[in-house]
């Protein structure tokens, strides 16, 4: 499966529908270690039915700084999968700020929308959620109304049936930036303290 990064800009996306085809950065699995803050990162691996096992959300630190969802794909049966998932895309768009979760070839699905909001509750970054699903197309798509600009970081391991999406604070690189230099100027003035007092 190839992951591809798309990052000049969104078209607009229907509920069932992929966007427009757009210039794109190719990838390979595991490889797609960027973030992006507007785009659509596509994976890609057609020809087979598959099913949504599962839903979760977990917080990356204590601070709140960052979030990851993982969606947990199994085959057409909802069995376990050990294989690639099937095509996906995920869009972050600005305006208005959400993220879009378009999955293909989906034949069936254990989370609903009731407790897809569940999940997504108590989340720092995700204000509301939608789903919706196409029987003819077997398509499902996962709408996720922020709270707050974000980037992503998008990913599928390869033989875990599973894509993750890592969701940080747009500014969550410059926050890093700044504790860490609040912890390198603590542990020199604390060096330079000991130093002289010797």
Sequence with gaps: MRLILAVLGLVIWLPFASSAAVKALKFEPNKLDRFFDQGIAVGVEAGRAFSITGINKKSENQNGLSESISINVGDGLGRKLTGSVGFFQVAVEKDPARLVIDLTQMQRTKVDERQLA??????????????????????????????????????????????????????????????????????????????SKK
């Design 118 to 195: 569940a999940v997504f509750r108590d989340s720092g970054f995700i204000k509301s959620t939608e789903m919706t699903m196409d029987p003819e197309d077997f398509s499902t798509n996962l709408t996720f109304f922020l709270k707050k600009p974000v980037r992503v970081k998008v990913s599928s391991p390869e033989k875990q049936g599973q894509i993750l999406i890592k969701i940080e604070e747009e500014s969550a690189k410059r926050i890093k930036k700044i504790k860490k230099n609040k912890k390198e100027n603590k542990e020199n003035k604390e060096n330079n303290n000991q130093k």
